[in-house]
């Protein structure tokens, strides 16, 4: 077995000594990097008291989750300076030992001191939590809370319960703990979603403490009243912590003080090239926000004097609700709390704040990380920068407090919305597409506007960076491995989007989720990033030197970088993941073997989505927008295989279709049809076994029939469950009318239209490969046979009629009799092209009612939308002709040409020249040509068309040399024919049309009468032109035959599938529900062998051997031996069972069990019954044949008896075989 560390080769041990000698491996490695960061962290922060307390308690916590024990450190420090003695070899020395001994002993006196600490704490947490939930429950303790708070509604002590059971979950999250750089990222709106607003702590924190003290009674003492202060202070911490206005103002401040120390340091005076730099910025930004907050001042005091306006919150209630310091959005926006929110009166506010009655100012904000919904005031300056303003706030209905990477996920299933949202939301493809636009404007907007530093200040800061870096963080050499010119432009870059950042550095990484995802890629782990901030800190401090970097500038960048690095960290934590780590770095072999380490039960489901920093987001979806579909093919093709033992078979169709579904195909077929056919590969099953020439296959295509009201099974057992509606919401719905009862109801649905099912992507992207993809063709097939071969067969059988009577009353019956009989013709004609003129019409009705357009006429694209079924040129042909034809009968009609000849000559004009008979002649033609369409889903009927075309393609490439050769010939012979009686070579367009004509052989000159040089020359252009010229066009039809047949068999295909997408898109979705549901996708299916079941929801057909004979993979059922439960990964090689193959892990010839004797000795005892059921039927024909020879010769009789005899001993000698190899199997 080969596993994911190094592709380590196992297959030399046993499957149980695999898996230890596999963790062993993967222990080391994992060893290795944390003892390198260990080293980098007691180098850089060994000597940095502050530093080291500070991130000392997050260390201990990461450590009482590893299982350290403080008495670890002692037996640790020896191996630890043996190591680096070790690695040094002669350049270790005393005074090395004596420094790492101190600064190992400093660091970890410090951590084993929090191990212990924090194992108490969460010991005593847990187990009070515990206490609490179990026996209390959380609805009561949120009884409990309000009771205390004293106030009326609930809300705030909900909100206090969810905070402290997210604070319980996270310090016991060891995934979370490892990202996280001392912040545990609160969900602020999440948390308090009913109070919308964050209490005051200060206030909150005595009440808390009072009730968690009452809960637990006794037990209560000066140990739990540490743990659970400790628990409460980080929230109170992370809540002081959030980025203010007035810090932003401080770090401009700063940057601004860094550059007039740089350019008073260069001797040559430099200025900014780029830009007007930060000076002018920083003015008109505190300009703008000043006029507009006192805007926003008078306005909320206005609101406040109006008459009938009562604040909501009352009592204690307006004590609780902080102010803070009251954070506001880019450009004046007023940032509120709430998610949605109806009027203006439903905005909680505090009349007790003193800020809040100095400034009128709203409820404080949610942490910059929540997703929030900015209230924008209507004045000039924000109308004519509405575009910008929108790009800031975050969308109503999204919620998290990681929602910035939910933007950039596909699919309902990835976006998380809040369970009392009702608001409608656009379809998931366009809101994908418009938030990935959205989210790279913003990007290129924050940047443009941005503060502008010159080339010489940040030369000089990355100068100085890039010397400071090595010195102080050596293991930074990892990353920063090329020299220092070679990272002008990305150290530019960092700076220019630091700044840019400088009012909320949290949406940093926000705007570009995928920037954060690609340093991993460079190596980049959570460790590293406290180090770049502090040695950037530290190169800044230098620069500007101590008594101008003064304490508010370094808690600014302090404070800064704290929140920046902290949606980083938790970004690359998550690639420690070997999936997402083999994804980022783009590996196709790391990818394979991370699928082989994952747990048979998670191993679709986790190929299907990867979870970072919470969100789910398609893996697929992520490589395919990366440009690496072939990443994307692997994952879509591992998800699909099909898998088995003796105890159950694996198959990843529901976890693919349940993680994507109505993103799923309309994507793949937009972005790789390769990865598409991957997929669909992935939904059959075909037979190695043949009999009777045919071949069994299983079609795994519930979901890709295409029935618009397909329920998603994921999605309805949540129903059914109670996980649908949320409660009391019924009355909500009741109240919001059909709109938000129809929009909950097409959630449920698996497709969002029937215009994203299948076929009707294949045939509105005209994909001729996918249309003779096996299962397309098989559900083409079946829906024909179903239900498009009747209102197919409608339009071509009156087609033909109308072609047929137009043809007989215009020209065959004419003249042949009475003339009523050809207007009786004619007639028939009319009758037909009504009833198709409505029928078509109803169609296209149909069509456009349902959304069922495309833009283009064939290949010809179109600026409007057409319905479907007249983007195929002959059916636009077809209802050309029926209008031709109702025309006809109008002229006719009005000219009182009723029973005779309707296209009498008109006096003195020729017949050709005459209107109507020109009329009736293009309409035959047209006629005839939409008849055509009957026999475009023929295979020959297709490759004539697909041939004569091909062929005309490339003909059309020897036009512009056969016209020169014509022209050239024209010239001479014309020339040489002038003095001569030849009369048909006197002008020179004469002589060019006929040797045309006798290129193409609908000429030939009389030969004998020609003068010598004309003789000559022409047949020279004989030789040339026909001889050579048509060698090489037959040599073209050569070559060019066999790729137009393919063609042709694709096309084929493809008309089929346009066929019974025309005919579904005119029904309605009730009647293609009915049809779904009378399929027997219920029904068990099964392998070749009956004891081996099939998945469920699979239809079962027999074909020929040569049905898409070279387009199937019969045998892709892989059985392995292996029979573990879901939780141990699969085997790195199938055994041989299903597959063929070796034996025990696909190694080769195992020993056989007492099961696989047993099975061989059953398959041994029935071919010994074979052959003595078929000795016994030989003795009754020999029987037969006695009874009839009886009166014969006794010569005969004898003779026969011999047979018999012979017969008899052959049946004994078979019977004795038999008995002895039961005897030997005994």
């Not at 050596?474 to 150290?491: E, H, R």
Request: glycine share 8%; charged share 25%; proline share 4%.
């Amino acid at each position: 077995m080969t596993f994911a560390a190094d592709g380590i080769d196992c297959a030399d041990v046993g499957h149980q000594d695999a898996l230890f000698r596999h963790s062993l491996i993967l222990g080391k490695l994992t060893m290795e990097k944390a003892f390198l960061d260990m080293l980098s962290y007691i180098s850089m922060y060994g000597a940095d008291h502050k530093y080291m307390s500070a991130n000392a308690p997050w260390l201990g916590l990461r450590h009482v989750h590893y299982g350290v024990q403080p008495e670890y450190f002692r037996y640790f420090r020896q191996t630890f300076l043996n190591a680096l003695e070790q690695g040094l070899g002669d350049l270790w020395n005393d005074d090395y030992e004596t420094a790492w001994c101190w600064a190992f002993d400093n660091a970890a006196s410090r951590l084993s001191r929090q191990v212990d600490q924090m194992s108490r704490r969460l010991q005593l947490v847990n187990e009070d939590w515990k206490s609490i939930t179990g026996s209390l429950g959380k609805d009561a303790f949120s009884a409990k809370v309000s009771a205390n708070l004293m106030i009326k509604t609930s809300a705030l002590a909900k909100g206090i319960v969810n905070l402290i059971s997210y604070l319980v979950d996270s310090v016991n999250d060891r995934v979370k703990l490892r990202g996280v750089v001392n912040s545990l990222g609160i969900p602020w709106p999440e948390v308090f979603e009913d109070y919308q607003a964050i209490p005051k702590f200060d206030q909150v924190t005595p009440v808390v403490m009072q009730t968690l003290q009452e809960i637990v009674g006794r037990r209560w003492d000066q140990t739990h009243e540490d743990a659970w202060g400790w628990l409460w202070q980080l929230a109170v911490d992370e809540n002081d912590g959030r980025w203010t206005e007035d810090d932003g103002r401080i770090f401009i401040d700063s940057w601004k003080t860094v550059e007039e120390c740089i350019a008073k340091a260069n001797s040559d005076g430099e200025e900014a090239e780029e830009g007007e730099g930060i000076y002018g910025y920083l003015d008109e930004e505190l300009d703008k926000e000043k006029k507009e907050n006192a805007k926003e001042n008078e306005k909320e005091q206005e609101k406040k004097e109006l008459p009938g306006r009562k604040n909501s919150l009352t009592g204690r209630r307006s004590s609780l609700i902080g102010q803070g310091n009251s954070t506001a959005g880019r450009r004046g926006s007023v940032v509120r709390l709430q998610e949605r929110q109806s009027s203006p009166d439903s905005s909680e506010e505090s009349p007790g704040s003193p800020k809040a009655d100095e400034k009128g100012e709203k409820a404080e904000d949610f942490t910059p990380k929540a997703t929030v919904q900015v209230k924008k005031e209507e004045t000039e300056e924000e109308s004519e920068g509405q575009q910008e303003a929108e790009s800031v706030s975050a969308p109503k209905n999204r919620k998290g407090w990681m929602g910035f990477l939910s933007k950039t996920f596909v699919g309902r299933s990835f976006v998380k919305r809040a369970s009392s949202s009702l608001e409608s939301l656009p379809s998931d493809a366009a809101e994908s597409d418009e938030d990935i636009t959205l989210r790279r404007r913003r990007v290129a907007e924050r940047l443009k506007k941005g503060p502008k530093t010159s080339r010489s200040v940040r030369d000089t800061i990355m100068k100085s960076f890039m010397q400071f870096l090595l010195e102080r963080a050596p293991s930074q050499k990892a990353i920063w491995v090329k020299s220092d010119k070679c990272y002008q432009t990305v150290f530019f870059n960092q700076i220019h989007r630091i700044l840019a950042y400088w009012d909320n550095p949290l949406q940093l990484w926000a705007d570009d989720p995928d920037l954060a995802l690609e340093h991993v890629a460079f190596g980049v782990t959570p460790v590293d990033l406290p180090m770049f901030g502090t040695v950037l800190l530290s190169t800044l401090q230098r620069l500007c030197g101590k008594h101008r970097w003064t304490l508010p500038f370094k808690l600014a960048w302090t404070k800064y970088w704290s929140l920046a690095a902290q949606g980083l960290s938790e970004v690359i934590a998550a690639a420690g993941n070997p999936l997402i780590r083999a994804l980022l770095v783009r590996s196709h072999r790391d990818l394979r073997q991370a699928l082989k380490d994952i747990p048979r039960g998670e191993r679709a489901s986790a190929a299907c989505e990867v979870t970072i920093k919470g969100e789910k987001r398609s893996a697929i979806f992520w490589m395919l927008d990366s440009g690496d579909p072939d990443l994307a093919k692997l994952l879509v093709t591992d998800i699909l295989t099909l898998r088995t033992n003796r105890s159950r078979l694996y198959f990843g169709r529901d976890a693919l279709w349940n993680s994507h579904n109505v993103l799923l195909i309309p994507k793949l077929i937009r972005m790789s049809s390769a990865v598409l056919w991957a997929m669909l590969d992935g939904h059959y099953w075909a037979s190695t076994v043949t009999a009777n020439g045919r071949r069994k296959l299983l079609f795994f295509v519930e979901e890709l029939w295409g029935n618009p009201l397909q329920e998603n099974n994921e999605r309805t057992d949540d129903r059914r469950t109670g996980g649908g509606l949320p409660a009391g919401s019924g009355a909500v719905m009741a109240g919001l009318g059909e709109a938000a009862s129809k929009t909950h109801a097409e959630e449920l649905l698996l497709h969002a239209s029937l215009k994203d099912t299948l076929l009707p992507q294949i045939a509105l992207a005209g994909h001729h490969e996918l249309a003779a993809h096996p299962v397309v063709d098989f559900i083409t097939t079946k829906k024909w046979n179903m239900f498009a071969w009747k209102s197919e067969l409608l339009l071509q059988s009156l087609t033909a009629i109308m072609a047929l009577c137009f043809s007989a009353g215009h020209l065959w019956l004419v003249g042949a009799g009475s003339p009523w009989i050809a207007f009786a013709s004619r007639a028939g004609a009319w009758g037909s092209a009504l009833v198709l003129f409505v029928a078509i019409g109803c169609r296209c009705v149909i069509q456009l009612r349902g959304g069922f357009t495309t833009r283009k006429a064939g290949s010809l694209p179109l600026p409007f939308g057409i319905p479907f079924h007249l983007s195929w040129p002959l059916n636009s042909l077809r209802l050309v002709g029926v209008i031709l034809v109702l025309a006809k009968a109008a002229v006719e009609l009005s000219h009182g040409h009723v029973g005779q000849d309707a296209t009498e000559e008109t006096e003195g004009v020729k017949r050709a020249y005459n209107f109507e008979v020109i009329e009736v002649a293009i309409t035959g033609v047209i006629l005839w040509f939409a008849s055509v369409d009957a026999v475009t889903a023929s295979r020959q009927g297709r490759r004539i068309a697909q041939t004569v075309a091909a062929l005309a393609s490339q003909m059309s490439q020897f036009i512009p040399l056969v016209l020169l050769l014509v022209l050239a010939f024209a010239h001479t012979v014309t020339f040489f024919a002038r003095d001569t009686n030849s009369e048909e070579f006197q002008h020179f367009g004469d002589t060019s049309v006929r040797l045309l004509a006798l290129l193409c052989g609908a000429w030939e000159p009389e030969w004998r009468y020609l003068d010598l040089s004309v003789h000559i020359t022409l047949l020279v252009f004989v030789f040339i032109a026909c001889i050579l010229l048509l060698s090489a066009v037959a040599a073209v039809y050569v070559a060019v035959l066999p790729s137009a047949f393919e063609q042709a068999d694709h096309a084929v295909f493809l008309s089929k599938v346009a066929k019974v997408v025309d005919a579904e898109f005119a029904m309605s979705p009730s009647r293609l529900n009915a049809l779904h549901r009378s399929l027997p996708f219920g029904e068990p299916k099964c392998f070749d062998s009956s004891r081996l079941a099939a998945p469920d929801r699979a239809l079962r057909a027999y074909f020929p051997l040569d049905w898409q004979a070279g387009r199937l993979r019969p045998g892709r059922l892989e059985f392995y031996d292996s029979e573990e439960g879901p939780e141990v990964a699969w085997p790195s090689e199938p055994s041989g069972g299903e597959t063929g193959g070796g034996g025990k892990n696909g190694s080769g010839p195992a020993e056989l069990s007492s099961e696989d004797l047993l099975t061989s000795a059953l398959l041994s005892l029935e071919k010994q019954t074979g052959n003595v059921l078929q000795g016994t039927t030989k003795v009754t024909r020999l029987m037969r044949h006695i009874r009839k020879s009886v009166g014969k010769k006794k010569g005969d009789l004898s003779s026969s008896g011999g047979e018999i005899s012979e017969t008899q001993s052959s049946f004994f000698d078979q019977s004795s075989h038999m008995s002895e190899s039961l005897q030997s199997y005994k």
